[in-house]
């Protein structure tokens, strides 16, 4: 009769659960590393798409006042703000395509970080932004102030416009600020957050 090596049997046992749960955690970091690069890619297409549909609006107003007697000025300066404002989402790119993807909770961590701060900065920028489109869109052809200036405008409506003028300006960067920006890339930074947490509940 053989012998019954209780020690031996236990390392057997053991070594097989630790290949289970290797097995276990291989499958959970590679669906992690599917389903964050799929998140990724649909804000990559999602950056291209806005600030491609920007462009389109931008040259469009541009055509638009190609009468106008301060079209070389605008579009003079519109052409560099363009280009400024593609530098955050540039950025962003850059950074979550040069973050190392070894270790996949600290890859997460790190795109999360990069996605809050673009949060953040992007912000920042559509307030300045909005409001000088607006008041570019609102003030370009100067009736508004020369009417002002030589008293064709009564204060009472002057007061009105402006007053009107701002909250369509405080409106304007309500929706974009705390509706489309949580919206579109928010709504990715939680994504990451989520899959994040499935790897830290499954350790």
């Known amino acids: 009769m053989e012998e019954f090596d209780l020690g031996a049997t236990w390392n057997e046992t053991k070594g097989e659960a630790d290949q289970y749960y290797k097995s276990i955690e291989s499958a959970v970091v590679s669906l992690a ?85 673009f949060i953040f900065r992007i912000k920042w920028i559509s307030i300045i932004f909005i409001t000088l489109g607006f008041f570019v869109g609102l003030f370009g052809d100067g009736d508004f102030f020369s009417d002002i200036i030589n008293h064709q405008v009564s204060f009472r409506k002057g007061s009105t416009l402006v007053i009107i003028s701002a909250v369509t300006l405080i409106l304007l960067n309500i929706v974009v600020i705390k509706w489309y920006i949580p919206k579109v890339y928010g709504k990715h930074k939680k994504e990451l957050e989520d899959i994040l947490e499935h790897i830290n509940d499954e350790e």
Not at 55 to 77: E, M, P, Q, S
Request: hydrophobic share 40%; with cysteine.
């Open 33 to 117: 590393r599917k389903n964050s690069k799929s998140v990724l890619q649909q804000l990559k297409k999602k950056i291209y798409t806005e600030f491609g549909l920007g462009i389109i609006v931008i040259f469009g107003f541009l055509y638009f006042i190609k009468d106008h007697d301060y079209f070389l000025l605008l579009t003079g300066v519109t052409i560099p703000l363009l280009y400024l404002s593609w530098m955050p989402y540039r950025s962003l790119l850059k950074k979550l395509s040069e973050t190392p993807n070894k270790n996949i909770i600290q890859c997460l961590k790190n795109y999360i970080d990069i996605l809050d701060g």
